[in-house]
Nanobody, 116 residues
Framework: QVQLVESGGGLVQPGGSLRLSCEAS????????LGWYRQAPGNQRELVAT???????NYTNSVKGRFTVSRDDDKKTVTLQMNSLKPEDTAVYYCYAESYSYQRAWGQGTQVTVSS
């Protein structure tokens, strides 16, 4: 089972930027999907963005044009560049991995707070 460790969360003002990183404990070349989910207080966990091994991306509508997901299989990492942050982006962000056999793994989560 892959272990995922996130970094890069924190407090940022509205309109600011943050970059989240996640490092996997094993090679990511065989991991079909890498990406990010988030969960705000009182809400269900929701998909933010994913990228497949083929480079296909999927974003939730609310972050399109503001967030960019990328993966580097040489470094075993997936990142999320978040620009033009809004207070409604405040949540715990979880790194996510899904294998070709639909096995899923999650990181421990990193808090992102957007507030003035």
């Amino acid at each position: 089972q892959v272990q995922l460790v996130e970094s890069g969360g924190g407090l940022v003002q509205p309109g600011g930027s943050l970059r989240l990183s996640c490092e996997a404990s094993i090679s990511t070349r065989g991991i079909y999907l890498l990406g990010w989910y988030r969960q705000a207080p009182g809400n269900q966990r929701e998909l933010v963005a994913t990228m497949s091994t083929g480079g296909k991306t999927n974003y939730t509508n609310s972050v399109k044009g503001r967030f960019t997901v990328s993966r580097d299989d040489d470094k075993k990492t997936v990142t999320l560049q978040m620009n033009s942050l809004k207070p409604e982006d405040t949540a715990v962000y979880y790194c996510y991995a899904e294998s070709y056999s639909y096995q899923r793994a999650w990181g421990q989560g990193t808090q992102v707070t957007v507030s003035s």
